[in-house]
Structures are given as C-alpha cells and as structure tokens.
C-alpha cells in the first residue's frame, strides 16, 4: 500500500501511538482505547500487520500485538509521532 | 534537654522485604536448596525440582527462598542458563490458581489479558512463553495454604502434572510451596499429594541464642554504633523466643523500641524502650490483675518496678529487687517481710505472667535467679501500682 493510504486512517495512526505507550496489547483492549468496536480494530491491525508495522503473538484465543521495532516503516512512524509531540509541546509554552 | 539525632542507620533493614545476604541458622537449608536445585544448573531441560517448605510463623521460610533465589540466578547467570526466580504470595491472589498464574505470565507480557480463558489455558499459556523465551523459572508458591484452601486437588494436580504430560518439551517450571503445617495438604487427594512429598525442608522454631544473633546482625545494619546495647537484644530475643521464636515478632519489636528512643529523644535503645514498645503490641497487663494482688506483693512489684525503671538492665537478681522493695517499704513505713515470703511473692507474680523468672547458669556463684519484666513498660507499672498503693496506704 501507499504512505497516504496507510496513514491517512486515523484509526491506524491512533494504533501504532497506542501501541508506543504502552507496548504491548490485545484486541479488545486495544479496541476499547481507539473507542471502535472490534471488527473494525481488526481490520485496521490486518492492514499494519500486513505492512509488517506491528507484530502478532498468538496465545491460545489471546493475540497480542506489538511494533516491529525493526520494520524502517515502523522507525519512521515513530519518529514522526515523536517529532510532532515534542514540536507541540514546544508550540504549547511558547505561546505563554 | 539536647536532642539527640535518631538511633537509626538505616530503617529499611528493619523491613519485612529486606533479604539479608547472610542468613543466621539457615545456613544448612540453604545449602540444602542449592543442593536440590544443583543438577537444574547443570541439565535444566531435563528436570525440574519440588521443595516443599514448612515451619512456624516467622522461622525464616520466606526469607530463606528469597535469599535462595537471589542466590541461584546469581549462579544460572554466571553460567549462562536462562532462569528466573519468581515469588509469589498466593494469599495476596486469594488463592486462585488463575489469579497467581495470571500474575507470573504478566511478568513476561505486561498487559496480558484476564478475561476469556480458563486457569488451566494459562498454565499452557505459561508453558508457551517458556519455551518461546527459552527460559525456566522457579515458582514459589508462598503461604501456599490459601491455595489449597480455595482451589481444589485438580488444581494443584494441574499445576504439578502440567509439564509431565508435554512430551519430549524441556522442563521449565520449578516449584517451591511455602506453608507452616503438612497438615494442609492432607486434604488433597492421594495422587496430587504424591507429586508434591517430594523433598521437605522443615525449619525449627529459633532457640533465644539464635534470635540473639539474628538481631545482632539487623542491630549492625540498622542502628547507629553503640546505640543498641547487649541488654536490649537479649530482652527482645527473649520475648521473641516466648512468641514461639518469632524473628519477625523480634525484628518488629527492635524497630519500635527504636521509635520510642528516638521519640524520647534518649539516643540508646535502653531495655525499657523494649518494654513500651512491647507493651503497645501485646495487651497492657490487665489492671484487675494488679488490683487484685496483695499490698506486699504490690509493693515487691513496684520496688520491681523502679528498679528497672533507674538501672537500664533487662534483668535483675533477687538481691537487687529485695533491696529495692526494702525502700519502698521504708517509704510506707512498714516492715519488710522476709525472704521467704518474697519468694512465694514471686511466684504469684510470674504465675500472672507479669514478671519473668529464671534460673541462670550454675557459675562459681551458685545458682541464682534472674528476673526480667518482659511485657510490660517499668514506667507503666509504677504509676498504675503507686496510684494503687495511694489509695490503700496502711
Ligand atoms: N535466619 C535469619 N536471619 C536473618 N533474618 C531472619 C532469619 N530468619 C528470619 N528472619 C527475618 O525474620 C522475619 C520473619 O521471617 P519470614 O518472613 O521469612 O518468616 P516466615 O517463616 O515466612 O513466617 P510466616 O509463616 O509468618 O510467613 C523477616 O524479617 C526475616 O527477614
Ligand atoms: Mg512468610
């Protein structure tokens, strides 16, 4: 897939933010933060899955997911967030 | 008055989750641990371990696995082998296998789910994550009662069988249950009961000597140089002892008795420090017992009393306690009465556990008898008895 087609979803920017915090997740869990309901979160984590962004552990009826921390996709990404947080917070006392 | 600073060195040495690096009279079980577990150092896929650990409250069995573990993972490092140590207090999990397993699988995966699964799936689960990390680990299972006590015999079974039944996979998971009486597991059916007996580590209750060097060496860690004096252990190792050998009963004692020095601002944790602290914990001696001895006895006590209150010393001897009743009397204006009766006084006294007596060594002086006020505070005792012999003046 295209950069604009992975990251224009605002459901899939908000997993991959999630997924930095707190590392480690399962769906429903991961389901209830985004505020979509389960299909959909599904669907979303197929596609950055499928892109090799995040990782899928399989427990059981469990699955986990987390980063790929060594999908260069994945390094970007987080490197975007982390920017642009950082840019904000600046953007935020700045303006004092 | 100047303040004297604070007795402590350091507070936290006193606390129930220290882990000593050297444990007094468990050295024998520690090596016997290291023992058990020697050949899993050696060939960790091919065996795994059961200990079971039992003995009164506050022998040492909490602190002996943990000191173990820190141990072992110390020497699994050196050699390279993959292995955690993991304690687990079930009572804190309320027994549920689920609970305490939950709580060892989010050890490796943070935000493992707890709904959707049965106990049994998570110990498969558990098993899963082993192998993927390559790793073994040495589940404690402390006050293990609570979990005997809520699970059923299948669980426990479950939890020992487990890895038996997963052919030709590497052991992973070894098992040390904690708890304070065999008895407990009598209610488990036979077979579950069979693979737990393996190896038993009984720890005894601790003689007086033994908490004496106990707390000498938390006194060296924990109090300031020369602030504790030999007195003051000896009584607390003694009550302690009388709390069927309780080190922790000891070790808690200790840091009150500290927190009344400092509050009284004495820097010296003196025998009477002990004596208030150990009257705040126990209740007070009823004061109907005191009420109802007679005025001599009540006036024995409270030279008792204030004998200890002046001297600092834990104990007295009989001589000493006769002279300081002979001032009282002298106070009241009344004759001492013998020997004799200050013996059986004595005894009526010990009898309501107030005082404490005992016969010391059989040195070049004979035989004497020593007396101690374990729990009670001097200075409690002479305020209730004067108030006391006030209103019955002769
Ligand atoms: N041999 C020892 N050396 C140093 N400290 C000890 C020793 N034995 C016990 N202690 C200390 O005494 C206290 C009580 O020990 P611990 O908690 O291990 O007892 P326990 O047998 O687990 O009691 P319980 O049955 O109540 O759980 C702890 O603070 C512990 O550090
Ligand atoms: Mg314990």
Redesign the pocket.
């Known amino acids: 897939m295209n950069v604009e087609d992975v990251l224009s979803s605002r459901l899939r920017m908000k997993i991959l933010k999630i997924l930095m915090q707190v590392g480690e997740l399962n769906v429903s869990k991961i389901a209830r933060r985004l505020g979509a309901n389960y299909t959909t979160t599904d669907k979303h984590l197929k596609v950055l899955e499928d892109e090799g962004m995040i990782k899928r552990k399989l427990f059981g009826r469990i699955r986990l997911y987390r980063l790929n921390e060594s999908s260069p996709k994945t390094q970007a990404v987080q490197n975007l967030i982390t920017v642009w947080e950082h840019a904000n917070k600046q953007h935020t006392t700045n303006s004092w | 008055m100047a303040p004297y600073p604070s007795v402590f060195k350091d507070e936290t040495k006193l606390d129930?989750s220290?882990v000593?690096y050297k444990?007094?009279?468990?050295d024998r079980e520690l090596r016997l641990l290291m023992e058990f577990f020697g050949f899993l150092l050696r060939v960790p896929d091919k065996m795994t371990q059961r200990i079971i650990i039992t003995?009164d409250?506050?022998?040492?069995?909490?602190?002996?696995s943990q000191r173990f573990g820190a141990n072992v993972i110390r020497e699994a490092n050196r050699q390279g082998i993959n292995l955690r140590y993991i304690h687990v207090n079930c009572r804190e999990y309320r027994g549920s296998l689920f609970l305490i397993v939950h709580h060892v699988v989010s050890i490796f995966h943070p935000n493992f789910p707890r709904r959707g699964y049965s106990a049994e799936e998570l110990l498969n689960i558990l098993l899963q994550i082993l192998d993927d990390q390559k790793t073994h680990i040495i589940l404690t299972l402390d006050?293990f009662e609570s979990l005997v006590e809520r699970e059923n015999s299948e669980a426990v079974y479950k939890l020992t069988r487990l890895q038996e039944i997963r052919l030709n996979k590497p052991q992973r998971i070894s098992l040390i249950c904690i708890l304070?009486n065999l008895k407990v597991i009598e209610k488990l059916d036979a077979s579950t009961r069979s693979t737990l007996q393996s190896n038993i580590i009984h720890?005894k209750r601790y003689l007086k000597q033994q908490l004496v060097d106990?707390l000498n060496?938390r006194v060296l860690v924990a109090f300031k140089h020369l602030t504790v004096p030999e007195d003051t252990v000896s009584l607390t190792a003694e009550l302690a002892f009388s709390e069927n050998g309780n080190?922790?009963f000891g070790?808690e004692l200790l840091w009150r008795a500290g927190k009344y020095a400092d509050a009284e601002n004495s820097g010296m944790v003196t025998p009477e420090c002990v004596r208030k602290a150990a009257s705040s914990i126990y209740a007070v001696t009823r004061k109907s017992d005191l009420a109802s001895l007679r005025i001599h006895e009540k006036m024995f006590l409270l030279g008792i009393a204030r004998f200890f209150e002046q001297c600092e010393k834990a104990y007295a001897s009989l001589t000493e306690t006769e002279q300081a009743y002979a001032v009282v009397c002298e106070e009241f204006d009344v004759q001492p009465h013998s020997h004799t009766q200050l013996w059986k006084y004595l005894r009526t006294l010990s009898a309501l556990g107030i005082v404490k007596t005992e016969v010391s060594g059989t040195g070049s002086r004979g035989r004497s008898t020593i007396i101690s006020l374990p729990r009670v505070s001097a200075y409690e005792l002479e305020k209730e008895l004067s108030l006391l012999l006030q209103k019955e003046k002769p």
């Open positions: 129930i220290y000593p444990l007094p009279h468990r003995g409250v506050g022998t040492g069995k909490t602190v002996l006050e304070r720890l106990i060496n080190a922790r070790i």
